[in-house]
């Protein structure tokens, strides 16, 4: 009896000490981090040509089923945008643009809830009718996943697993031209050090561009398919840079080649600097524009080379072309979404959008203010997405 | 943890109405299960008589008081848990709303544990929350009933048995691994002392009658309260204050949550205002708490039976109080299991005081009666044990014989009896309960919860010729003779398709032995994604691919919109990016291609425990297209 007693009572002490191993403080409150990382780019854009402007804005709520992106059109020789977003899809997902010729678009709607891979509609008449493309492996959450010949016959696709694939427009199927991995292995990739796909494009002549951050310094990550390998297509970037770190965030096609987005430094040393690459190869670089500590929330790009970043201050900046500078923008009113746009006319337009409402803006007369000019109501149907 | 949640509101009418049906149907199965058991007894005793060979009737000793106060007790705590598991929202609510929180700040591995467990309760919400209920009463009127000899002690290790499973389960371990583990609040957690109270009625009647067994008793139970007044004074664990950085102290939030249940006006506002009193003088109760905890552990460590009584009347008032202040009685707000910790803390406390104190003359006479035991025995207890019974006895085998059955019946107690038909309540509890767990797949309760019965159809299914997944021509006289299971889906649909096509999936793999027998067939709803690539993308995508019966068919718009129509499944564009406006049905067409139900299929929640229970619904009505074409 004395023995069990003292088992007893030992196990009732264990059940004490376990009580107490497993009691600890209470975690104290997380040390907020000393450098915050810069927010997400924004999958809000804008790309036009010459008869067709289009952008994607979220509407709605911001995250969640009841967040739904939205299409907007302005053709040429119209002020006046209008809703185009493709219908019998739902937009939870943002559409990935690739602008075609004339008043054409292929649009490619990323995952979002159930759904996995993304369902690619197509317009050539300014999205009066809309036809099915083959359906692509689910796209990366990167404004530049998917792109087409200028005609629309062939398509590319960066998928959210990192692989790059291309598809005629009249096929069901997807042919897979490289991966991450494999192009982080190969001789070009090594030269850059990548470490991240972020765009595909198509240079005018028909060959698959990707882009990609570089874990070197100085070095930026533009390959060029060239047979069934890949060589590096990037700009050779002044040696004030060489210390740095480059990434690209845009890479599109203009009607004159192609136009790349890099971002240099972080933090307060970060700056922007577009990139033209003629179909020959030969790249012009823009001056460089800092970031003044802000981020990139969204970008925008025009028929003839132009381009446009605004800034998550609400300030912004565009340049008209290679031979052009850095202009800078007004902020752009608060909004829960915003882009920029740059139609043909050279009229640049800010588009903000606040639950179910887009709001345009232009600039005055002097560019130093923005003015409203429409205001669109969207029909949202909330809760139709769950 | 996502097994826990069915997704249904806790109150759900089709759940709370089958729930108060099935226990309303054991409920009268316990009745006439006691009933059969009197009238068999009576009737034997009364025409067989008692004969020669009989066994002996009882003569075994009174049972000690201490353990009369830990089965009594104890025994009316696992009726009232039962009775309180019939509270209309546990079959839904247990799991989400009482087993997950609990499970929340423990250890992954406590988490997984109960996810198991709160998963397991989700898919088949009525079995489980009858079994608890009558598992619980029928432990409860056992234990009153057996007060002694073999079936007593069996009624504990049955005791011990559910009380572990809940304490494990249901309480997460009581805590004791999760950081705030405080005696005020409820730990080690009040099944665990119904277990611990279960393996001390488990001993033999002799350990009761040693003075030792009080001594240990009080030893354990003083050494456990200091134990917890050194948790509860332990510096860093927040309970010296009743506010941190403006944030109510662990005490104040679990008096503050409890006085916001559902309950009496009175008691809300009772621990209401004792919870502002513990947020602006927290550390002068936790001294309290603390000083009372260690001076009645003390006591009762000390084992001297006055100081151990002064020290059980302390621990009482303190812990009544506590109780009522802090632990808000424990069972109020609708899904409150039990009282908590306090009363069974406390019955443990009487026992061990009274197990200290010597048992009455009259069984120390008896004991002195008994003093030819072997010297061996009489070593180790005080008070020498009597035997079970005067009469030598046949063992159960001998006595369960067809030719010693009336025997045994005809001298039978009606304690024994009593407790036949206690086992018997707890079996009826228990058994559907564990035939239910026999499926991987919830019951379809939870799918008719969300969409109700299906409509009964009797008219030819009307024909379709379209295009499969693999671009072969499928029509619908082709698939005569087999059970289709029908549906119509779109293949970029965000939300309620991927579901069905899980429902259907999963109806497909229970389905696996009758495969070459029904048809999963689905028809495209989407006009503008009508290509077969699509078809094939969402297969890839819901893994409809290894299905070998799975057929998902589609045409040009001209073909579908007819379909479409003849099966009543509406098709609109809806503007702003909205996917397609469908509506969700299925239908089972027989062998003979005749419609025999039309299911309203929208999967609701669309949990796992959900699209099982609409798979069970369509295997179900698949295999009776099967029997009855």
Avoid at chain 1, 196 to 212: D, I, Q
Avoid at chain 1, 368 to 377: E, F, G, I, L, N
Avoid at chain 2, 15 to 28: C, D, I, N
Avoid at chain 2, 41 to 52: H, I, L, M, T
Wanted: hydrophobic letters at 50%; proline letters at 7%.
């Amino acid at each position: 009896m004395r023995v069990s007693g003292k088992i007893g009572v030992l196990a009732l002490g264990v059940l004490v000490l376990c009580a107490g191993c497993g009691s600890t403080r209470a975690p104290s409150p997380a040390i907020a981090s000393r450098t915050a990382s810069p927010p997400a780019m924004s999958l809000a854009e804008s790309t036009a040509t010459s008869q067709a402007t289009w952008a994607v804005l979220s509407m709605g709520a911001q995250s969640g089923p009841n967040e739904f992106w939205q299409l907007f059109l302005l053709t040429a020789g119209s002020r006046q945008w209008k809703l185009d977003t493709p219908p019998d899809i739902a937009t939870n997902g943002a559409p990935a643009l690739a602008g075609l010729a004339g008043p054409g678009l292929i649009a490619g709607v990323r995952p979002s809830l159930y759904l996995s891979y993304s369902p690619v509609s197509r317009t050539s008449d300014g999205g009066k009718t809309w036809t099915a493309g083959p359906p692509a492996p689910g796209l990366a959450s990167v404004p530049d996943a998917l792109a087409a010949t200028p005609g629309g016959s062939q398509m590319l696709a960066l998928s959210k697993t990192g692989r790059v694939a291309s598809s005629a427009v009249t096929s069901s199927e997807w042919r897979g031209l490289v991966t991450e991995r494999s192009l982080a292995a190969s001789a070009a990739g090594r030269a850059c050090g990548l470490t991240a796909l972020t765009a595909v494009a198509y240079a005018p002549a028909g060959t698959p561009l990707v882009a990609g951050d570089c874990g070197k310094a100085g070095a930026a990550g533009i390959f060029a398919r060239s047979g069934s390998s890949w060589r590096s297509a990037g700009p050779v970037l002044p040696a004030a840079w060489s210390g740095q770190e480059v990434r690209v965030l845009r890479l599109v096609a203009s009607s004159s080649g192609s136009v790349a987005l890099l971002q240099t430094g972080t933090g307060s040393a970060a700056r922007l600097v577009v990139g033209w690459r003629a179909d020959s190869g030969q790249w012009t670089l823009s001056p460089a524009v800092g970031l003044a500590g802000s981020a990139v929330r969204s970008t925008a790009f025009g028929d003839a080379g132009a381009a446009a970043v605004l800034l998550a201050n609400g300030r912004g900046a565009m340049i008209a072309g290679p031979s052009g500078a850095w202009r800078q923008l007004p902020a752009v009113p608060a909004a829960s979404s915003a882009t920029l746009a740059l139609p043909a006319s050279g009229q640049a337009d800010a588009l903000t959008a606040a639950a179910g409402t887009l709001t345009v803006w232009q600039l005055n007369r002097a560019g130093a203010a923005w003015t409203r000019v429409q205001s669109v109501k969207v029909p949202i149907q909330y809760g139709s997405s769950g | 943890m996502p097994g826990m949640n069915s997704g249904l509101n806790i109150n759900d009418p089709t759940v709370v109405a089958a729930f108060k049906t099935a226990l309303l149907h054991q409920g009268l199965a316990a009745a006439l299960l006691f009933i059969v058991l009197s009238l068999a007894w009576v009737s034997v005793r009364e025409f067989r008589g008692a004969r020669p060979g009989d066994p002996a009737q009882d003569t075994r000793q009174p049972e000690a008081p201490a353990r009369r106060v830990l089965r009594v007790g104890f025994g009316l705590l696992w009726i009232l848990d039962g009775i309180l598991q019939a509270q209309p929202g546990m079959a839904v609510g247990l799991p989400s709303e009482v087993i997950k929180p609990t499970a929340q700040s423990s250890p992954s591995w406590v988490q997984h544990l109960v996810n198991w467990a709160g998963t397991s309760w989700s898919y088949h919400p009525i079995q489980a929350a009858a079994a608890a209920v009558w598992i619980q009463i029928g432990i409860g009127i056992w234990l009153l009933l057996a007060s002694r000899g073999r079936l007593s002690q069996y009624a504990a290790l049955v005791s011990v048995g559910w009380g572990l499973v809940v304490w494990a389960f249901g309480e997460s371990f009581g805590g004791i691994f999760a950081p705030g583990l405080s005696w005020l609040t409820g730990a080690p957690g009040a099944a665990v002392c119904y277990a611990v109270a279960g393996v001390l009625l488990a001993l033999p009647a002799g350990i009761w009658r040693s003075s030792r067994t009080g001594a240990l008793m009080t030893r354990c139970f003083g050494v456990f309260l200091v134990g917890m007044a050194v948790l509860q004074a332990w510096p860093g664990r927040a309970f010296w204050q009743g506010e941190v950085h403006g944030q109510p102290g662990s005490l104040t939030s679990m008096v503050q949550s409890m006085s916001v249940l559902s309950q009496p006006s009175a008691l809300a506002d009772l621990t209401s205002a004792f919870g502002s009193f513990v947020r602006s003088d927290g550390f002068a109760v936790n001294l309290i708490a603390v000083l009372v905890l260690a001076v009645t552990g003390a006591a009762f460590a000390y084992r001297n039976p006055r100081v151990v009584r002064i020290g059980l009347i302390v621990l009482t008032v303190f812990g009544l109080a506590n109780w009522v202040l802090v632990q808000d009685m424990g069972f109020f707000g609708g899904l409150g299991t039990d009282p908590n910790s306090m009363i069974p803390m406390l019955l443990l406390a009487t026992a061990s005081y009274l197990a200290l104190t010597p048992l009455p003359a009259a069984d120390a006479q008896d004991a002195s009666e008994s003093a030819a035991k072997p010297a061996q025995e009489a070593q180790t207890a005080e008070i020498p044990a009597l035997p079970e019974a005067v009469a030598p006895r046949s063992n159960w085998r001998e006595r369960l014989k067809p030719a010693n059955l009336s025997g045994t019946v005809a001298t039978a107690s009606l304690a024994s009896v009593a407790s036949a038909g206690a086992i018997g309540v707890i079996l009826l509890g228990a058994v559907p309960m564990a035939a239910a767990q026999a499926s991987d797949a919830a019951a379809p309760i939870l799918a008719q919860s969300v969409d109700g019965s299906s409509a009964l159809m009797n008219s030819p299914a009307p024909g379709f010729t379209l295009t499969d997944q693999d671009g072969r021509t499928v029509s619908l006289a082709s698939l005569h003779g087999k059970a289709i299971l029908l549906t119509f889906l779109d293949p970029v649909c965000v939300t309620d398709c991927p579901l069905i096509a899980q429902e259907f999936r999963q109806a497909g793999l229970l389905l696996a032995g009758h495969a070459s027998q029904v048809e999963l067939v689905a028809v495209n709803i989407n006009p503008l994604y009508s290509d077969v690539s699509y078809l094939r993308a969402f297969d890839q995508q819901e893994r409809l691919t290894s299905l070998p019966n799975w057929l998902y068919l589609t045409g040009a718009p001209a073909q579908l919109r007819p379909i479409w129509k003849k099966y009543g499944i509406a098709s609109e564009t809806l503007p702003a990016g909205s996917m397609l406006g469908h509506s969700d049905a299925a239908f089972v067409i027989g062998t003979n291609g005749r419609l025999r139900q039309e299911l309203d299929f929208d999967p609701g929640p669309g949990t796992a425990a959900t699209v099982s229970s609409f798979a069970t619904e369509l295997a179900n009505a698949a295999e009776q297209a099967l029997k009855q074409p």
